[in-house]
């Protein structure tokens, strides 16, 4: 299943999840080498948000197992879970800053209180990272008081200065009015070209077909096709992938 | 000097310490209130069964019953069986907080489930502990937002504590009533007791007005101004 970029840095393997009795994941698995990114389509209600979040266990598997860089995680052991949740970063949807916090402050705090690293060194590292993603002049300012585009740039920071080994994103641009899109597209870019592993959920046709090592299409809590972009988008190939995301592109026009 | 003005500017001093008093009590009890409520909050939204079930027992209880059948049961029955010897004063501030904390647990709790569940996700998806996360990313949060409910409880709580004179504390009401019964100046006496009730109300609401102003989560409001 790697596509053979050295050892899997991330293993999750059949993992299920029902909810009451509907069961959002049949056994899914995936393994993932360091520095490799991993994109999941599919339409809304397949598994994809769900499959994100049993992989740092914000929702926890009924069965199946995880490991990280060589270490098995106890899904039944809330120690296991924070700790494997401090070395896997979460990017949301609709963001998730803390609201009573300033931008700074919203990354400042896991690592004063997770990290254990003292408020001057934490505010230093704070305020590199809000450089990175374009923020260094925002530090100051509520949630309240940024755009979206802006908001999703601190919730990268504030995941990205916790040092994870892997980033997991939950459709990261898809809250986003459309003229927003554009800076956060770059920063994830950016962060592709420096190496980072991650796992995202999104169907931002430009981030599917340049960033994506394989595409993994999931229906109904399966995966039910992965491959290359290459190959699962070449003309003429009657793959589903190529299929769905063709009707992404008319939504789009072309290319969005 | 007409009569019901002199009884009134003689008796102040005297009911002035049964202000000082009635604020202990109301403030102590809020405090109380205060810690037992963000206890009882946290355990009903993040607590198993056996907790959510023991803490809805006991609103039900304090929720149920007379604050004046509680300060009876308490100071004559609880206290009295038990061996405890409190004051009056103590009796009355434990029962209001109890009280309160009953209420100010179901103000809280739903101040916790205005918050979108994404605040808590956030906050474990960075690694933290639950108790951690409740303590850094949700109680700042509801109890910014619970500042307008708990300042109307503190107003029925106030009034609430002139029950206290029944047990004979010596506080505000039961001050006035000493004086009028020996001077026969109700009118004057009992208007002069409700002026301070209603100061005090005023002054601790606005209080809390300007806390709620000071706290404010710049570019966060309901009224959408930025």
Redesign the interface.
Same mark, same amino acid.
């Given at each position: 299943m790697s596509t053979g970029k050295g050892n899997p840095i991330l293993r999750a393997s059949n993992i299920t999840k029902t909810f009451g009795n509907n069961t959002i994941l049949h056994g899914v698995s995936v393994e993932l080498a360091k520095g490799e990114i991993k994109i999941l389509i599919g339409s809304s209600g397949g598994g994809k948000s769900t499959l994100l979040q049993c992989i740092n266990c914000l929702v926890v598997p009924d069965s199946g197992e995880i490991e990280v860089d060589g270490m098995v995680i106890d899904i039944t052991k809330k120690k296991d879970l924070y700790r494997l949740r401090q070395q896997v970063g979460m990017i949301f949807q609709d963001f998730n800053l803390f609201d009573h916090l300033t931008a700074i402050d919203n990354i400042t705090i896991a690592l004063r209180k997770v990290k254990k690293i003292s408020r001057e060194q934490a505010t230093q590292r704070a305020r590199q990272e809000l450089e990175q993603v374009g923020l260094g002049d925002k530090q100051h300012l509520y949630p309240a008081q940024l755009s979206g585009g802006q908001k999703q740039r601190v919730a990268i920071a504030r995941a990205l200065a916790m040092d994870p080994k892997i980033l997991l994103l939950d459709e990261p641009t898809s809250a986003l009015d459309p003229t927003l899109v554009g800076e956060v597209i770059s920063v994830i870019k950016r962060l592709a070209a420096k190496g980072m592993t991650m796992i995202m959920a999104t169907h931002q046709m430009s981030l599917i077909s340049t960033l994506a090592d394989e595409i993994l299409f999931m229906e109904n809590g399966r995966i039910v096709e992965q491959g290359t972009p290459s190959v699962l988008l070449a003309k003429g190939n009657k793959s589903r992938t190529r299929g769905f995301c063709d009707s992404l592109n008319d939504l789009v026009g072309e290319e969005g | 000097m007409p009569e019901p003005i002199s009884v009134v500017i003689e008796a102040f001093p005297y009911l002035l310490q049964g202000t000082f008093l009635t604020a202990g009590i109301v403030g102590a009890a809020m405090a109380l209130g205060l810690i037992l409520g963000v206890f009882m909050a946290v355990g009903l939204v993040y607590g198993n069964k056996v907790v959510r079930f023991l803490i809805t027992l006991y609103l039900w209880l304090f929720r149920g019953v007379p604050v004046v059948v509680l300060l009876f049961l308490f100071y004559f029955g609880l206290f009295n069986y038990f061996n405890i010897n409190v004051s009056a004063f103590t009796a009355v501030t434990i029962v209001l907080g109890l009280t309160t904390g009953a209420y100010q647990a179901n103000i809280f709790r739903g101040a916790m489930l205005s918050l979108?569940r994404? %605040?808590f996700?956030?906050?474990?998806?960075?690694?933290?502990?639950?108790l %951690?996360a409740i303590k850094? +990313?949700i109680l700042?949060?509801i109890l910014?937002i619970s500042i307008p409910a708990w300042s109307n409880e503190y107003s029925i709580i106030l009034k609430d504590s002139a029950l206290a004179f029944v047990i004979g504390a010596p506080e505000i009401m039961a001050r006035t009533q000493f004086v009028a019964s020996r001077t026969y100046q109700h009118l004057s006496l009992y208007i002069t007791a409700g002026i301070i009730y209603f100061v005090l109300t005023w002054a601790g609401v606005m209080a809390l007005r300007k806390l709620e102003k000071h706290v404010r +989560?710049?570019?966060?409001s309901a009224n959408g101004n930025?």
């Open positions: - | 979108p994404g %605040q996700k956030a906050a474990s998806g960075l690694g933290m502990t639950d %951690q850094s +990313i700042p949060q910014r +989560i710049p570019g966060y930025q």
